[in-house]
């Protein structure tokens, strides 16, 4: 629920519009719209919510918001190698799948710094500058660690959807 406020963007399981059977996730621009496979699955949805927030930031600030954080990097060439680096189809090198992937290892693993140490001297100063985006980032990441640090009980009950709340959205 925090990332459907947090961000403004529905999310939805199973996945009845996806056009690859290997997808786990999905963000829909029109409508506005993140599709999971799996009910509860956060790693996903976080790369996910990186998708929505990048297609706000784009009709907000226009579509080269990235380049801001590019250029208050140290290194605005190596950032935008970085995101490159981080696709996970490393054929395609997308920038914009790239940046999907650290904001997922900046909420579930980090590992965000550590991989794109460039960027996120320059995301971070970005967000210097829209505090609401990082307030509702960090406590997404407070929510994850805080469902990471319960026991293994408690993660797998987390998950369960006992209210039928994944079959009527």
Known sequence: EHVETAFNVPVRSRLTKMRSGKNIGHFEVDP??????????IE???HEAA????HTLRKQLGSSWKKQAY???????????EMK????????????EGFAEYVRHL????????????FHAGFGEFL???QALKVELDKFKDMYRIWQEQGAEA???????????AGRK
């Open 44 to 46: 996903t949805l976080s």
């Open 85 to 96: 680096d981080l696709d996970y189809d490393q054929k395609k090198r997308r920038v914009t």
């Open 107 to 118: 909420i579930t693993t980090g590992q965000a710094q550590a991989l794109a140490p460039n």
């Open 32 to 41: 506005h719209l993140i599709r999971l496979r799996k009910y509860g699955d």
């Open 71 to 81: 250029d208050l990097s140290p290194n605005a060439k190596d950032a935008w190698k």
């Open 155 to 165: 993660r797998i009950l987390a998950q369960v959807d006992f209210g039928g709340e």
């Open 51 to 54: 998708h929505a927030i990048d």
């Open 128 to 130: 210097k500058t829209n």
